[in-house]
């Protein structure tokens, strides 16, 4: 089994984080003054950013992410107060030719930087600590997307948190679209929690937020398709405006394969 970890714990009063549990290591504070990649392992991610040419958004890979000096700006950076790898999605900013909202969000890769691309059989994990610390109508923190094996566009699952603090999980009904909604927890906008998104056998979503895990299974359309994991602050509503958005604080994130 292969791990990736990306590991930070808050060090401001109230966000302490006990992060062992998810790792199955012990978590260090992070270093507010550092860029993301100078407290998380980002060799296994690249970023997707708000900005760019129509349809084209912008792209860093994972080598311009790594380390205390890597790559941040307005839109993924360090928290100054906690060390939170921080996410920012603005109603206005650049999309997907697929999509109509803007995000700021790691796409898993593998660690010579090339698209990560699995198979639904074995089993897959991610699991994250995070706060949503702003947000206009809803956002979604995690997914499961589909990768080669077909034409489709479309997400196995996406993860969503709404402005009035409900977790719903979205579980696509084929690769063709057609999505059905879970509600799987409530949390108030800017408190810290955790979730477990896996798959296992190749035919059962497993999810798990704070705690309490729920199950579903795949449609067997979805066999043909490859998958990969993603994550951070890809926001549900769009507008005009630049200051409206949603913003995603990440305190643990981890990647597991078997």
């Known amino acids: 089994m292969t791990r990736y970890r990306l590991l930070a714990a808050a060090t401001a009063a109230g966000l302490a984080l006990t992060l062992g549990a998810l790792t199955g290591g012990s978590a260090a504070a992070a270093d507010p003054h550092v860029a993301p990649g100078g407290n998380f392992d980002l060799s296994v991610w690249q970023l997707q950013e708000p900005v760019g040419s129509p349809g084209r ?10 380390g205390a000096n890597g ?52 089993t897959h994990r991610m699991s994250a600590t995070l706060r949503v610390v702003s947000v206009t109508e809803n956002v979604c923190v995690g997914q499961i997307h589909l990768g080669s094996g077909g034409s489709s566009t ?23 679209g057609g999505q059905t909604p879970h509600a799987v927890g409530h ?39 490859r998958q990969y994991f993603k994550a951070g602050s890809y926001n549900q509503s769009s507008s005009d405006s630049t200051s409206a958005g949603a913003r995603v604080a990440f305190y643990g994130l981890t990647v597991a394969h078997r």
């Open 154 to 176: 479309k997400p196995l699952l996406e993860l969503y948190y709404h402005a009035g603090g409900d977790i719903v999980l979205g579980t696509e009904d084929s690769p063709s």
């Open 187 to 225: 949390v108030p906008v800017g408190k810290t929690w955790s979730y477990t998104i896996a798959v296992s056998g190749g035919n059962t979503i497993e999810l798990t937020v704070n705690g309490t895990t729920t199950r579903y299974a795949i449609p067997s359309s979805f066999q043909r398709y």
């Open 57 to 66: 958004p912008t792209t860093i890979p994972s080598s311009r992410l790594q």
């Open 71 to 122: 790559y941040q700006d307005a839109y993924f950076y360090t928290d100054t107060r906690d060390g939170a790898m921080s996410f920012w999605a603005p109603e206005k900013g650049v999309t997907t030719p697929n999509s109509h909202y803007a995000r700021s969000e790691l796409r898993e890769t593998n660690r010579d930087g090339s698209a990560a691309d699995w198979a639904l059989a074995g």
